[in-house]
């Protein structure tokens, strides 16, 4: 073992100045250590050194690339997830997937993540190619609105290297390291899309969600939403890319997102979005 220098953490003005970002040296005769070796970073104690971050011991790691990924049911995604043996590609390598809901931070009351698991398909095992890449297909099928008010479910799915996980072995993994999907649950607007058919109840949940948006539109009213129409359609037809898309629309299906932006489009022939006949009454 040997140190590559000392990070003056504690010192003033240390984060201020670094954002946290060290760079130490590697003397050239330490360069082929430090390539097949551990690195750690040490923290004092009163009694010595405790470690405070540390490489696996094997310096094999797997993860995945893009990490977050929103899926209307029946949509698929490709995953690319990357293997390393000590930083560099780990060709051929063999990684098992596996549901992991646990660090979708459940809390009491609430409904579980992860649930039905059917609602997401993958394979269990994935192999590398050359350049240590690894494809993780994952597809996905309507969750039955398990959350009720809150649309589609959430899942984790994790990827690990098949060598690290053998019985009685502590897997060392991030535990934040796992692919997040959201599965939205299917949506059928009326035909063609109105406010009163199908659209009010999805405006209405922003309007609870956001009261402060009232100030410029109320989303629970048709009216306002009528007279804002060009706003929230330079809104909802941005890309998520861009700075103008409206942000909660990445909390939208791709389906009531096209809803919305059909109904915004269709006028009647009073010049608005199609208001559609009052529901009937619920029967008692």
């Given amino acids: 073992p040997g140190s590559l220098g000392d990070i003056e953490y504690g010192a003033a003005?240390?984060?201020?100045?670094?954002?946290?970002?060290v760079s130490l040296p590697v003397p050239s005769d330490a360069l082929a250590t430090v390539a097949t070796n551990q690195l750690m970073i040490m923290k004092p104690e009163a009694d010595g050194q405790v470690i405070a971050v540390a490489e696996p011991a094997s310096g094999l790691h797997c993860r995945a690339d893009q990490f977050v990924y929103r899926l209307d049911a029946g949509q698929a995604a490709t995953v690319d997830v990357w293997a390393s043996?000590?930083?560099?590609?780990y060709p051929s390598a063999r990684i098992k997937v596996i549901h992991d809901?646990?660090?979708l931070q459940p809390y009491p009351g609430a409904p579980p993540p992860g649930v039905p698991p059917e609602a997401v398909g993958f394979p269990p095992t994935i192999v590398a190619d050359a350049n240590g890449i690894a494809l993780l297909p994952i597809f996905s099928r309507d969750p039955s609105n398990p959350r009720g008010y809150i649309d589609g479910q959430v899942y984790?799915?994790?990827?690990?290297?098949?060598?690290?996980?053998?019985?009685?072995?502590?897997?060392?993994?991030n535990m934040w390291e796992f692919v997040s999907v959201l599965v939205f649950d299917?949506?059928?607007?009326?035909?063609?899309?109105?406010?009163?058919?199908?659209?009010?109840?999805?405006?209405?949940?922003?309007?609870?969600?956001?009261?402060?948006?009232?100030?410029?539109?109320?989303?629970?009213?048709?009216?306002?939403?009528?007279?804002?129409?060009e706003m929230l359609l330079l809104a909802f037809e941005q890309q998520i890319s861009s700075p103008n898309s409206m942000p909660v629309t990445r909390d939208l299906s791709q389906a009531k997102r096209t809803?919305?932006?059909?109904?915004?489009?269709?006028?009647?022939?009073?010049?608005?979005?199609?208001?559609?006949?009052?529901?009937?009454?619920?029967?008692?």
């Fill in 13 to 21: 003005g240390w984060y201020e100045s670094t954002a946290g970002v």
């Fill in 186 to 229: 299917p949506f059928v607007p009326d035909e063609p899309p109105t406010w009163h058919g199908s659209l009010q109840p999805v405006f209405q949940q922003y309007a609870n969600l956001y009261p402060l948006m009232a100030d410029i539109v109320n989303l629970a009213d048709y009216d306002s939403v009528c007279e804002m129409r």
């Fill in 259 to 284: 809803a919305i932006l059909r109904w915004l489009r269709t006028l009647g022939p009073d010049g608005k979005p199609l208001r559609g006949p009052l529901p009937s009454p619920a029967a008692t």
């Fill in 85 to 89: 043996s000590w930083g560099q590609p």
């Fill in 156 to 173: 984790g799915i994790r990827p690990m290297l098949e060598e690290t996980i053998a019985p009685g072995a502590m897997y060392p993994f």
């Fill in 101 to 103: 809901p646990y660090q």
